[in-house]
């Protein structure tokens, strides 16, 4: 069960100013059977034993159809919420609760409407109790390292969606995170704009080699950025396959077009092709037949079946999956 966590251990006013520390190289990450329910108004079995190992300074890709888990992953890695079973263990510590070690960016940027683009990144030191020079020389770093040092005042209100998203990656590497998680970070891009911020992200990566897990439904795009594709099945998620990216680096964009990275992303498919969204459809429109009706009764079509999504194909046969 989902419960609630010990106390976050972000340092809250430290007694005397950290002293301002190097990059941090990235961290590895040892995730070791990790199983996860919700109970709300019903039970989601979400995760179930994953177990995932990654290397320090790697870039993996976690790829799987809605509703799989990859959120709760991401949150998990980040002692957002505590897994029922199993453990998350950061360079040899484990992961108890919301952690300094570990930088979040969502899929919609959320910012502080409130606050300045320079103050947006600041917040997390502000909440560290860092003193304001060394907060200060932070930020104008991190709005260089993002390519935003011209639009430190400004409002977030008066940015575009990937300006704002850019502002979110430079707060999230705000306390020298070893680990940056990313959910579906470029969704809400459009396609030339997501391409750019691709290759930003790898320099980014280049230069303060932080080990990345991001969530993307983009095929090519996992390819691309990773070192491994970890694709996940339905719900609950557990890994159906991991899928290594021998690419050399530094990647170019035009390596999008090659022919390694098509032939890996087809790969990649293949491990989906039973996890694609009608598949769940299908799974859940099944789980529509009455109680009691014995195995081998033959099936009504799921598209009469009370409770059957919308979305359902009802010209499919029934078995296909
Ligand atoms: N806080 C929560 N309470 C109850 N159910 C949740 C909660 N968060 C996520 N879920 C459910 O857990 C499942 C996995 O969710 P999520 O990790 O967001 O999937 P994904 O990111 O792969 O689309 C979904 O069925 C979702 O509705
Ligand atoms: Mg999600």
């Known amino acids: 069960m989902a419960t609630a966590r010990e106390p976050a251990t972000i340092p809250s006013s430290p007694p005397t100013p950290a002293p301002v520390r190097a990059p941090v190289p990235g961290a590895g ?44 992953l991401l949150r998990v890695i980040g002692g957002l919420i505590a897994p029922d079973s199993g453990t998350v263990v950061l360079d040899g510590n484990p992961v108890t609760g919301p952690d300094p070690r570990v930088g979040l960016v969502f899929q919609e940027p959320r910012l502080l409407a409130w ?142 077009d090659s022919a390694f990275v098509t032939s890996v992303a087809a790969d990649v498919r293949r491990h989906l092709v039973d996890t694609t969204d009608d598949a769940i459809a299908m799974a859940e429109a099944r789980i529509a037949v009455p109680p009691g009706t014995p195995p081998d009764a033959p099936r009504r079509h799921a598209d009469t079946e009370p409770g059957t999504p919308a979305w359902f194909d009802p010209f499919r046969p029934e078995d296909e999956p």
């Open 115 to 256: 606050r300045s683009a320079e103050r947006n990144v600041r917040f997390p030191m502000d909440l560290a109790g860092w003193p304001e020079d060394r907060q200060a020389a932070r930020a104008e770093d991190l709005l260089g390292l993002v390519g935003l040092r011209e639009f430190a005042k400004a409002k977030p209100s008066t940015l575009s969606g990937g300006t704002r998203q850019r502002v979110s990656i430079a707060r999230a590497l705000a306390l020298e995170p070893g680990v940056l998680l990313l959910d579906e970070p470029f969704s809400a891009l459009d396609a030339l704009t997501r391409e750019r911020f691709n290759a930003e992200l790898l320099r980014l990566w280049e230069r303060t080699g932080t080990t990345i897990v991001l969530v993307t439904h983009s095929i090519p795009e996992a390819v691309f950025l990773a070192d491994r594709v970890v694709v996940l099945s339905p719900r609950p998620g557990r890994v159906v396959a991991e899928v290594p990216v021998d690419l050399p680096r530094p990647r170019r964009v035009t390596d999008l």
């Open 29 to 72: 990450i040892r995730i070791d059977g990790v199983s996860l329910t919700f109970h709300g108004t019903r039970t989601v079995h979400a995760l179930d034993a994953i177990d995932l190992d990654i290397r320090p300074r790697e870039v993996v890709a976690l790829i799987g159809p809605n509703g799989c888990g990859k959120s709760t």
